[in-house]
């Protein structure tokens, strides 16, 4: 651990953040994005209460701080780099106080938030971090209930929906129109993890008539189908997905065949970063060929390099519509929604900024 946070982090709070880390690193089937969101808040405002600091300033670097060390644990768990931004927002805020937008110089103040002393004492102003935190905490927790909500203004009657691998959101989704609706799913199995199995289990235990195929049949039936629904580890910010390996394909097919591409997800997992084409190494992530292969061959598998990626990037060309939380969006729209949920100062998460900086940024 860093030896700032162990000046600023008692003990007992440097243990818990370190039991944090572990879970990332070690629950990584067992776990799902919501969980993770949820229990990153609370880390957080321990964080929040415990360590010691006195201004904003200072409490931005002990979170920034802290945000270096995660990547270490488990570089691909997006959303908790997130709900980090969130926070950090919350805390550049309040310490603008809230007539900040309204003054002449409401800009600069706003770029020199994290910095400037606030007319407040840290108990207040902790206080006021917290209550904005316990409100992001409610509105993720009814984040998938908000898009479930939308599932009639999107599904119809007698239609057929193609799927890919298992989301919970887009199960909940589907499940939610089958109260109203009469349609059809057609599940794309995901291999090699063959998670399609489950979604397709559960759909049709749902009253949903359902149909598994293998992901190479998806180009032959896909025009038969009025629209795919997908969920996706990882919204960029150009509106591209860092989604489960193989929605790429899936998503070309959808556009030959002129068949609209619909993502659900929650804004928790909308991230202000950019893939680079020389950055697929940060991007994606090379997991273990033990379900492509079986081992009983010891002596063939010497001889073969098998590459096993688990994310696919899928432009936003291919993609019609995000169903969010706070509704439906085109991928254009998004960068508006980046610009309100996060901090410029904060998109790169290894930027310590100071007041200097910021002064010469309104220069």
Known sequence: MDDYLIKKVPKATLLQLEEFAVY????????????????????????????????????IKIIKTYSKYIPLIQSNETVVSNVIRRVLKIIREENAGPDAASLTEGLAIFFKSDTKPSSLGRKDLQDNILNSIVELHTEQETSRSNIIMMALEHIHGNEVILTYGHSNTVREFLLQGRKKRAFRVVVCESGPALKGHRMAKELSEGGI????ITDSAAFAIIHTVNKVIIGTHTIMADGALRAPNGAHQLALAAKHFSVPVIVCAALYKL???????????AFNKI????????FSNAKLHSKVIVSNPEFDYVPSDLIELFITNTGGHAPSYLYRIISELYH????DLDNMCVEDEAEDEMR
């Open 209 to 212: 008539e359902t149909t598994l």
């Open 287 to 294: 997991i273990g060929p033990e379900n492509m292969l079986n």
């Open 271 to 281: 991230s202000p970063t950019h893939l680079c084409s020389y950055d697929q190494d």
């Open 344 to 347: 410029p100062h904060d998109y």
């Open 24 to 59: 990332l690193k070690d629950n990584h089937n067992d776990r799902n994005s919501y969980t993770s969101v949820l229990k990153t808040i609370n880390v957080l405002k321990e964080l929040i209460c415990a360590s010691d600091w006195v201004t904003s300033g200072e409490l």
